[in-house]
């Protein structure tokens, strides 16, 4: 579903935002529309219906939700940003910054923000990108710091070959399908892949975190996805207050 709405002032920042929950997202818009810089331009609740609303209101910046069903949305934001160089992205997530903040800049995200951080950091992060900037918590900020102090992580050993963090984009995208109860097939549906490929990306899933058997990496997968995805609640919707259609591949 993607909604184009009427074009704001010239002089305010369009603003696109794509998320799965409507009434979160119905909330987000709201609140950017009461800003006196900022207007939306558009919304859009899935990956194929992102064109859409790009193509009917021309945002100078996307505020791109992390989870849009099973699409792979970090490969969505490579995509976006080989197509649309000049667009800003900010992603807006629930998923555990200390994993994926990283994960969505190297991509080519402009920033990544909480989706519980306070209203008004919402409102910083965007100011901050619409000047030239890139947006991420302090705690991201140090972590990044003292990641550059130390030595390049290829000296060391592997000892912690066993992490989640460790595991690459597309591993992290497979192993959170999978601790949504999607199978192989399903997967390799969705991801528009072949089985194999799937089953070789499991298989280095399970290397990589010393597990030996199928059912351990379902069972980790799930339990993982439990702890970090929750289904979204009710009180935090208000927080703020397929047929492929795209050009290029969003999955």
């Not at 099973?70 to 160089?85: N, Q, S, V």
């Not at 992490?163 to 991801?191: C, P, Q, W, Y």
């Amino acid at each position: 579903m993607a909604n184009i709405i009427g074009q704001p002032h010239i002089a305010e920042t369009r603003i696109l935002v794509v998320y799965e929950h409507p009434l979160f997202r119905h909330g987000v818009m709201d609140f950017i529309n009461g800003q006196i810089d900022m207007a939306v331009c558009g919304s859009a609740d899935s990956i194929p219906s992102v064109q859409m609303a790009l193509t009917g209101c021309k945002p100078d910046l996307i505020l791109l939700g992390l989870r849009l069903g099973t699409g792979d949305t970090l490969e969505f934001i490579k995509a976006l940003r080989a197509h649309y160089p000049k667009l800003l992205i900010l992603v807006f997530s629930q998923f555990e910054e200390t994993i994926f903040a990283e994960r969505a800049v190297r991509a080519g995200a402009n920033g990544y923000l909480m989706k519980y951080a306070p209203n008004e950091e919402l409102l910083t992060a965007i100011r901050e990108i619409v000047h030239g900037g890139i947006y991420v918590s302090r705690k991201i900020g140090l972590l990044a710091f003292q990641k550059s102090l130390e030595t390049p992580r290829q000296n060391y050993p592997q000892e912690n070959v066993g992490d989640i963090e460790n595991l690459s984009d597309r591993e992290m995208h497979v192993f959170r399908l999978l601790g949504s109860g999607l199978g192989t097939k399903k997967i390799a549906e969705a991801l528009n892949l072949s089985v194999k490929t799937i089953e070789s990306h499991r298989e280095n899933i399970k290397r990589r975190l010393g597990l030996r058997s199928g059912v351990e990496l379902t069972g980790l997968a799930t339990a993982w996805v439990m702890e970090n995805f929750p289904p979204p609640q009710k009180s935090e919707i208000s927080v703020v207050k397929k047929k492929k259609v795209l050009p290029f591949r969003a999955a």
